[in-house]
């Protein structure tokens, strides 16, 4: 049966790359019973908060903001009693200390922990992540007080490049920051709505502008409506 393994990766040329051999895998000796691998999607306007409350409207517009990261978690048992001949003579303590050199401990090198891949057969191919929680639960220890079988909950968040982020998200129209020249009756709702098609990004809009108020816009008077996202 393939075991789930987490591999040493490092960021190279701003791409993730696993580095190769024994110190740089740890490998499961007992495979989770389950994981979870969570997608999400963020909107704006989705809460009556600030400035996600449609101005003018009996309930907010939903609109497309991101994609978040996606997450993983999952539960692996270490076992340190000798049972199991693939952990030899490793101890629970030993195979910790192994987990935390490659997903949890600070890269001098780098500044920031490394991230990692998951892999564990044909499900989870390929899983570039890091560490965002390592939570140890010692479940049985010898008389001397030495953890023989130790729960371990990973929790990991993608990791990827600004370079593959911008790949992914094949953005193809232009950044262009748009100068919009006041006419009568235009109010910073309705020209958010126009430029963005987002009316609620109005106070970003006035505070980026210096107004005091926005609902009585002077007409012939300039502002700047730059890139959001």
């Known amino acids: 049966m393939a075991k789930l393994k987490i591999i040493r990766c490092k960021i190279q040329n701003d791409q993730i790359r696993e580095q190769s051999g024994a110190a740089n895998t740890f490998e499961a000796t007992i ?16 809460t009556a908060t600030g400035g996600d409350r449609a101005v003018g409207k009996s309930s907010p517009v939903a609109k497309f903001a991101n994609a978040e990261p996606e997450k993983l978690d999952f539960t692996i048992h270490l076992d340190g009693t000798g049972v199991l001949p693939e952990t030899g003579k490793s101890t629970v303590a030993d195979q910790i200390t192994k987990l935390r050199e490659i997903a949890y401990d600070y890269d001098g090198d780098t500044h920031e922990p490394n991230p990692v891949k998951i892999v564990w057969g044909a499900g989870l ?105």
Do not use: W
């Not at 019973?33 to 306007?45: A, R, V």
């Open 125 to 229: 191919e390929a899983f570039y992540g890091r560490l965002t929680s390592l939570s140890v639960d010692y479940t049985l220890f010898h008389p001397d007080g030495t953890a023989l079988r130790a729960k371990t909950a990973l929790s990991f968040v993608e990791a990827k490049t600004e370079t593959q982020e911008a790949l992914e998200a094949k953005r193809q129209s232009p950044d262009l920051t748009h100068v919009v020249q006041v006419r009568a009756g235009d109010t910073l709702p309705l020209l958010c709505q126009r430029v963005y098609s987002d009316v609620s990004k109005y106070l970003q809009i006035a505070r980026l502008n210096d107004l005091d108020q926005f609902r009585a816009l002077v007409p012939g008077t300039l502002l700047r409506f730059p890139p959001m996202r």
């Open 31 to 46: 495979n989770p019973e389950n994981y979870s691998h969570k997608f999400g999607l963020s909107y704006s306007g989705t």
